[in-house]
């Protein structure tokens, strides 16, 4: 007779709320969860996502209310990149139907800023394509940043320029930068199935470069790209021992054109869980919703404002986003409210560190920053 093998049992409701209870208690104490405990998070039934929300909603609030900081992505540079990165429009040999050009002079990009700003817009974060700078590239976004800082010198304007070369991230923070973001985007044993032509190790030693040179460090994942439960813990905890001041959680775009244009992996309930270990794992930092939460999240995105405390307004690098409008009033509608350039974003405490971090940069700061 046929031996039936018997499917996983279903957590019990009581033991999910012991779970949960361990985590929220932790996270409250910005303490990291155990590898155990975030995995068993992932493998929580949809039947109990709601309380899953509700656990991460709670240290969401904790740290940062009901306020949802608005990011702005301007695109400097589109296309013509020489790494192969599996998800990326822009990767050699991709067939993906984008906007191709070079860089966009500075005083473009500063009427893109003032725009998003003039929205609600606190970050503006300049991107371009390619392996990495040249020091002329530096310098030409070093006068971006000035045209932007001398139009709205509150503004926080974070930098996205790839790998970085010796020198180049204390270039950008004599310029006026106030972060560099470069993600680890997935595990470190699943970077070879990603990308090629630089490794896991190269990017964490460009966020180390930009950290040790004052700049605040930004970097995040991509999920989607077939990672198991184990790779989702294993990039979460990677970055947490980098120390990242904001955290953006993206999910994969499938461009067609691309290595993996043909992958729909994800459920909401799946990126909603994801949303809720990153909070458990980064309490007190900023985490952030990022591209592909409108193809993923769809009619959810609503309860990913619990989980996150900041999205991007308006279009990504080479998609578009939601309507500014239709996302400002979203988070009106969930009850949530924009944080205004004169608000603190991150708790006390990391705001000090952060301040520390400059200071031992040889950056100017006044005494009471």
Not at 257 to 283: E, M, S
């Amino acid at each position: 007779m046929k031996t039936m093998t018997q499917p996983p049992a279903t957590p019990a409701r009581d033991d999910v709320a012991d779970l949960l209870s361990a985590l929220t208690a932790a996270a409250l104490e910005r303490r990291r969860p155990a590898r155990e405990q975030a995995l068993a998070l992932l493998a929580t039934p949809d039947e109990d996502l709601l309380d899953v929300i509700a656990a991460a909603g709670r240290v969401r609030r904790a740290h940062f209310g009901r306020r949802v900081k608005l990011n702005y992505l301007v695109n400097m540079k589109s296309g013509l990149c020489p790494e192969d990165c599996f998800y990326c429009s822009q990767r050699l040999g991709s067939q993906a139907e984008i906007l191709k050009y070079s860089w966009i002079a500075p005083d473009e990009a500063a009427a893109l800023a003032a725009k998003a700003v003039d929205a609600g817009a606190k970050r503006v974060c300049l991107v371009a394509s390619g392996r990495g700078p040249s020091d002329r590239d530096v310098e030409r976004v070093a006068d971006t940043v000035a045209a932007i800082k001398g139009g709205t010198p509150d503004v926080e304007v974070c930098v996205c320029l790839g790998l970085l070369k010796a020198g180049q991230a204390t270039r950008l923070a004599a310029a006026g930068a106030d972060a560099y973001s470069h993600n680890l985007n997935t595990a470190e044993e699943k970077y070879a199935d990603i990308c090629t032509t630089h490794t896991f190790a190269d990017r964490v030693h460009t966020l180390q470069d930009a950290t040790g040179a004052g700049l605040s460090p930004c970097s995040g994942a991509i999920f989607g790209m077939g990672e198991s439960d184990e790779d989702v813990v294993s990039v979460a905890f990677a970055l947490r021992d980098l120390d990242p001041n904001s955290v953006p959680v993206n999910f994969l775009i499938p461009f067609e054109g691309t290595p993996l244009g043909d992958r729909w992996d994800l459920t909401p309930a799946r990126c909603l869980r994801i949303l809720a270990l990153f909070r458990f794992v980064f309490p007190d930092v900023e985490v952030r919703l990022a591209g592909g939460r409108e193809i993923h999240l769809r009619t959810l995105q609503p309860l990913a404002l619990h989980l996150a405390n900041a999205i991007f307004l308006g279009d990504y690098l080479t998609s578009e986003g939601a309507p500014g409008a239709a996302d400002l009033a979203m988070i009106a509608d969930a009850g949530f409210t924009v944080e205004g350039r004169e608000e603190t974003t991150l708790p006390t405490a990391r705001a000090e560190q952060v301040a520390l971090r400059r200071r031992g940069a040889g950056t100017e700061l006044p005494a009471n920053t």
